[in-house]
């Protein structure tokens, strides 16, 4: 048996595995420059952050009263995005080191993830993360995005495990609170470092406040070793 017990772990993708925030910025900048919406900064994309795409486009075009339907917002801005996807994203080298250190001890591990399928398994591949990461569960897959626990409690059915001999990774509030609700333990890492002090991040069993400058992969192995020994 793995010396981290009966563990799996079960990964968020964007700002968690992989630095695709800034592609789902463009994307999104693009989409809706292209109905006249011209000054969609950053700072207003840090609201959308660990938010489904679908639900982010609702909430863009009602914010800015757009004409076209949700379905052809939603289908702009996926082409967008995968077209920065499959050449732009990096892993985040740290975590890359932890994928491995999990698999070398045989853990079983998923990504369950607000993007599409298409565009999880376009990063999967091209980040070469695909070798470890093939169980992978989509919100579009599930009833309700986060903050609702659906998508964790199918990636822990996918995998066979029970919730709570799962850890989930996450970078955003509404991934910390469906990890929550899923009765699973959460290590926290924030994108936005201002968002640390959200009360969702309170429920984590580790919270980096720091975010991906503070996980190195050997402490955190560590303290998972420490706390299911």
């Not at 070398?104 to 398994?121: R, T």
């Not at 009833?143 to 996918?158: N, S």
Request: aromatic residues 6%; contains cysteine; glycine residues 8%.
């Amino acid at each position: 048996m793995s010396e981290l017990g009966a563990l799996s772990a079960i990964f968020d993708l964007d700002g968690t595995l992989v630095d695709s925030e800034p592609n789902y910025y463009e994307a999104s900048r693009q989409t809706l420059a292209e109905h006249g919406v011209r000054d969609f900064s950053w700072a207003d994309h840090e609201g959308y952050v660990g938010i489904s795409t679908q639900e982010t486009v609702v909430s863009l075009r009602a914010r800015h009263g757009l004409r076209a339907s949700v379905d052809e917002l939603l289908a702009t801005m996926n082409r967008r995005y995968l077209e920065l996807a499959r050449t732009r994203t990096r892993a985040y080298p740290q975590m890359r080191t932890f994928v491995e250190l999990l698999a070398a001890q045989g853990v079983p591990m998923a990504v369950a993830s607000g993007s599409s399928a298409e565009a999880i398994d376009a990063i999967l591949a091209g980040t070469g993360l695909d070798a470890f990461l093939r169980t992978v569960v989509s919100a579009d897959e599930v009833p309700r995005g986060k903050p609702a626990p659906d998508v964790f409690l199918e990636a822990a059915r996918r995998l066979g495990a029970d919730p709570a001999h799962c850890v989930v990774l996450e970078d955003a509030a509404p991934g910390a609170a469906a990890a929550h609700a899923a009765g699973m333990r959460c290590i926290a890492i924030p994108y936005v470092a201002a968002q640390a002090a959200a009360p969702e991040f309170a429920t984590a069993s580790l919270l980096l406040r720091g975010g991906q400058p503070e996980f190195t992969a050997q402490s955190v192995y560590a303290w998972l070793r420490g706390t299911s020994a």
